[in-house]
């Protein structure tokens, strides 16, 4: 079982709507990451943290995306006006310090966004 | 841009059969490669990583990595039905900070 948690599983907005997705990170785990998993299985990375500061992000969510992963509290990912386009599985993951790139990667099962 | 591409689409060998699969990158910098398994609605899961070039055996699992031929594979001995999954690869560069995957392969086994 996933020691990764993501919530909700499920969510439906409508264009225009805000999103928002938690994640708590396997303990102990510092490295954060936000993937998101489109129909055809393309894995497009998002952002990544370790600890609460921002690794690495992707164009696409300096716009309409925003992440946060404050201590003591679940990670957090919002799309701000959601667009269909943005329909997809956003999966969560951790992995040891030291090892953002190089290192097992621990899933959760992810939050399924439809936007109609 | 590391391009990361799997072959074949999909799949589907008789229990018991040896499965193969294959991924290809596009940047020789890279460093960091790993196969993850994914069973449907569940979250992918990591089965094995290697750095460098040869074979790591696990079980029945073995990973091969041959950089110079941008290439590595999974080869899946005795398969079962229970290792019908989607099969994602991915890789990562010395100066990157992030696993790519490709788009995966769906591996059906039949009784």
């Known amino acids: 079982n996933s020691k990764v948690i993501q919530t909700p599983r499920y969510l439906v907005k409508g264009q225009g709507q805000k999103a928002k997705m938690r994640c708590i990170p396997e303990?102990?785990?510092?490295?954060v990451f936000w993937y998101q998993q489109n129909k055809n299985n393309e894995f497009k990375f998002l952002i990544n943290?370790?600890?609460?500061?921002?690794?690495?992000q992707i164009d696409m969510t300096e716009k309409r995306f925003s992440a946060e992963c404050p201590s003591n509290s679940p990670c957090s990912l919002e799309i701000q006006s959601s667009e269909a386009g943005d329909s997809a599985l956003y999966l969560c993951?951790?992995?040891?310090?030291?090892?953002?790139?190089?290192?097992?990667?621990?899933f959760g099962e992810g939050s399924k966004l439809t936007v109609l | 841009q590391q391009k990361v591409q799997q072959s074949p689409e999909s799949l589907i060998v008789p229990e018991g059969a040896m499965t193969s699969l294959n991924c290809t990158f596009s940047?020789?910098?890279?460093?960091?490669f790993a196969w993850y398994r994914q069973h449907s609605g569940k979250a992918p899961k990591a089965l094995m990583s290697i750095f460098s070039n040869g074979e790591k055996e696990e079980g029945r699992f073995t990973i091969h990595l041959n950089k110079a031929s941008l290439h590595f594979s999974l080869h899946i001995r005795d398969s079962q039905p229970s290792d019908s999954a989607l099969y994602l690869c991915?890789?990562?560069?010395?100066?990157?900070?992030?696993?790519?995957f490709g788009t995966g392969t769906k591996l059906q086994v039949v009784p």
């Open positions: 991915a890789v990562s560069m010395w100066s990157g900070t992030y696993q790519r």
């Open positions: 993951a951790s992995s040891l310090p030291g090892h953002s790139n190089t290192g097992q990667l621990y």
């Open positions: 940047d020789s910098a890279s460093q960091y």
């Open positions: 943290f370790q600890n609460q500061e921002v690794l690495q």
């Open positions: 303990k102990g785990h510092p490295v």
